[in-house]
């Protein structure tokens, strides 16, 4: 499985920005996909994810309402739609591909690069 994510840059609060991450390899290799995101000094946190055969999605508390994961399964693409953006969302975000069907990706098989986000206030 290859990820490559694309659709970061400079945005101000309150705007939006939609990433995308294009995948390879077999569905069955990436059952869960989904974003993580790491802000300088802190750990990598899971952002979104979405179960690629039912569409069902989670989300951190601090994105719901305000961010949306959804899929291409023709495309095989992944999109996370960033609405009203907030300083606090400045973080590099990373694509990433599970084996295992599970909401929360306590197991990540595969990373993607990558892709900067930054949140003017």
């Known amino acids: 499985v290859q990820l490559q994510a694309s659709g970061g840059g400079l945005a101000q609060a309150g705007n939006s920005l939609r990433l995308s991450c294009a995948a390879s390899g077999r569905t069955s290799d990436r059952l869960t996909m989904g974003w993580f995101r790491q802000a300088p000094g802190k750990a990598r946190e899971l952002v979104a994810a979405i179960n690629w055969i039912s569409g069902s999605a989670y989300y951190v508390d601090s994105v719901k309402g305000r961010f949306t994961i959804s899929r291409d399964n023709i495309k095989n693409t992944l999109f996370l739609q960033m609405d009203t953006l907030k300083s606090e969302d400045t973080a590099v975000y990373y694509c990433?591909?599970?084996?295992?069907?599970?909401?929360?990706?306590?197991?990540?098989?595969?990373w993607g690069q990558g892709t900067q986000v930054t949140v003017s206030s």
């Open positions: 990433a591909a599970s084996r295992r069907n599970s909401a929360t990706m306590p197991e990540v098989d595969y």
